[in-house]
């Protein structure tokens, strides 16, 4: 349901953009200006979602904007705005609780009206993320695995090689990769600072048609091209586009750079 | 400062226990009640500090309290009022995810006036948790490290053996905790659940006097008594003392029960 809405609105725009809401926030120096703030930060949310409507696959938030603004407070109105454009929106809070936390925390966010939520899989299955993938099932939501992050530190934990019961070793990303196609995710995400880890990853997805979502193009250094050229299949994008002093045009580049 | 302020509570009522407040709140099936659930949520929260203040040794919030209730809305005022008692507060978000996201989450965090964070180490360090821990150190906040969580699903993560550089191999929870001494954590975290994990990871922990904290007993089947004796500091305790009929009582009990 999630991935029908998400590739219906991507053909239409004919882009594979989603557009990252993470920096549209400054939070003020004393409680006082918090009314403001956050006021300004769903306007200028709205402002953007209305000027890259037609140019956009969807919308992703993260912490930085639920927490200061609050999930039920002023969060679900930008997921309802969202949504009157048609635009699926993607909750970025990386769940990875012990399952009953877990449970609640997609509760919520589905509450609040966000169509998938991505989770890492490092937590495993059982009392893990069972109950996020059966919290979605029953709400025809989706789950978006972590396989890749964008940053250098991935290299610490996405990087490892581990061992299996027979004892042969392989990295941890192609072991989750292997889980995203197991447990019947509806996305996967790999840095798009890491163009060789989505070609390698997409070699397992692919059988089951599991999109591709890659962030990290632009202020974390990750190219649009070579993500795609890749093969992603989405890519994230945030402070590049938010930045920018026309982001229709900056997104219009990307979709021109990458054929998107 | 986390970590003085936790001992001296500590030592003061003779308690090692940490009152987790995640399941004080059930979600309203209709928006319209929310405003209601909220302040019930903190009403059943300010009565339960305030009955076990002289029983424990802090409190810590999850997310399925933070979601609903809005951090700087509601969360705060439980954050105030434990402070009232001199009790420190854990915020148990798992912070894992790139940096400048992390550095604004631990941010938001210790803004609403939490203490300590909990993290996860598998995002590594450059990029990934560096900036929690500066933003920490700079507030005299704590960081808590995931070393193993108390669920099933953790021997699919925490329990992986991965191959370092010179190709031996070492299960994820001892690089963890060995990471918490070479980051200086304020505490790590291992579930009350697998004891024998508590024995090793203490192992490595202890010369740098780095506290460890034990959720997962009662509810999730760990036992109080033998978290201790395997070397836990702290055990983090939710659901059992708050499905109590006598919290009071219970407390005692588990306090009794590991001569904590």
Known sequence: MFLDMLEEVANQNN???????????????????????????????????????????????????????????????????????????????????????????????????????????????????DSVFDEARKREKGVILLVYMSHAGALEGFEKVVLDEEGS?????????????????????????????IIEVKEIVKEESIPIFSPGVGAQGGSAREAVEAGADYLIVGRTIISSSDPRETVKKLLKDCSL
């Open 15 to 129: 882009s594979r953009i989603i557009l990252a809401l993470d920096d549209v926030v400054c939070f003020p120096s004393d409680r006082e200006g918090l009314k403001r703030v956050r006021e300004e930060a769903v306007s200028r949310a709205f402002k953007l979602i209305e000027l890259l409507s037609d140019l956009i696959a969807g919308v992703k938030i993260n912490r930085q904007l639920v927490l200061p603004l609050g999930l039920y407070d002023y969060v679900f109105e930008i997921v309802d705005f969202a949504h009157g454009y048609g635009l699926p929106c993607i909750a970025d809070c990386k769940v990875g609780d012990v399952g009953h936390t877990n449970r609640w925390i997609a509760t919520h966010y589905f509450n609040a009206g966000f169509d998938a939520i991505i989770a890492n899989p490092f937590v495993g299955w059982r009392g893990g993320l």
């Open 169 to 197: 070793g392989q990295p941890f990303y192609l072991v989750f990769a292997r889980k995203a196609v197991e447990w019947k995710a509806s996305g996967i995400v790999v840095g798009a600072t890491f163009p060789g880890k």
